[in-house]
């Protein structure tokens, strides 16, 4: 539970004391490592709203997802091992319905960006196509994406972002409040393709992505410490085969920004948020050619493994 210091001006300074004396704030801080040896329990949710551009909402989405850091999964020299425990989605924020192929599915997050294979973080790209919802229903192409999306989005910002970097600036960088790091993984360009539905070529490029120390809270119950992350002017490509012999390219504009509360203890990251926007025109093959859409999305990661 996220302690709240502002109840009263004695007790405000009292508990801000005795906070401070937790933290050694004469000596730099060091943002470490998360513990590879704690198991972890986390909630996300990832909730997509769709806009024309005009201003109209057309409808939410919201992806679900139960994930956990399990250390018997992990591979000496290789990768570290999670395992999702269960992933719903809810389709224009109505009914959930469960994909039970995901459910206590594990994989290991490669020490490096991708995997032999070349998959960005490791992330099984099989495993999405030909999705299947818990009533027997093939999952559109676009929310599979979108399904798929939430493991890199939780690994991007949780382990990518949160955590040390063995070549380039990285959260280690940042020692003093107000301290601020360009990371190393600005202006990168992952590749995006995802089975059959959308191809090679497809990517995103991310803009000049910061980092800085805001500041410290609680969470929890324990000291953190507060940064927040920026991606900068982001730009991608999606080409699309939604059914044979017809192709859709996607152009678009993506600008993403939040903050992750990093424990001062174990290091693993205790809360994250994200928002993001995103401009897109799609050019079609037929009429009227091309199109424009606007997506919000909003991003809640919670630490749910009480260490304390």
Known sequence: MKRLYLVGPLLFLATLNAFAQSVDLTHPLVLKQADENKDQHFTMESRLTSI????????????????????QYNVPGKGKGFRCLAFSYSPGDSVTLGIPSL??????????????????LGIDHARFEQIKDDQGRLIPFDKAYHIYNTFVDFHAICSVFANPAEAGQSVADLHHIGDEIVHHAAFSQPPTHLGSHIAEGSFFKNGRITLNLKGLTEENSGACALIGYDSGRSAFKMIMHPMAEMEV???????????IVKSLDNHWVQRATLVEIVASEATLPMPPGKTHSMVERQILIRNVTDTR
Do not use: E, M
């Open 52 to 71: 024309t551009p005009s201003g109209t909402v057309l409808g939410t989405d919201v992806y679900r997802l139960k994930i956990s850091y399990d250390p």
């Open 249 to 259: 390219v996607v152009n678009g504009y993506s600008h993403y920004w939040g903050d």
């Open 103 to 120: 459910t206590n599915w594990t994989y290991v997050l490669p020490d490096a960006g991708t995997d032999k294979s070349g998959q960005v």
